[in-house]
């Protein structure tokens, strides 16, 4: 699922943190498969996901100024 920046800002300080480190959790997951051997379950998933988390960091970054 792919976030809106539109979606992101209207969610809170600790809704953007629990989202951050949703994103963080899955992205590990992402790359302890693919350290495993095994493929990734799509092959921009890892890119997507990474993209998401510089977004999340983005809002936050605005919020704070």
Known sequence: MELKSKDLRSM???ELNQKLK???D???RERAS???GGAPSSPGKMRSIRR????VL?????KEE
């Not at 983005?58 to 605005?62: A, P, R, S």
Request: net charge negative; aromatic share 0%; glycine share 0%.
């Open 12 to 14: 809170s300080n600790e």
């Open 22 to 24: 949703s994103l963080k």
């Open 26 to 28: 899955s992205l590990l």
């Open 34 to 36: 693919v350290a495993m």
């Open 52 to 55: 998401q988390i510089a977004r």
């Open 58 to 62: 983005t809002i936050m970054e605005e």
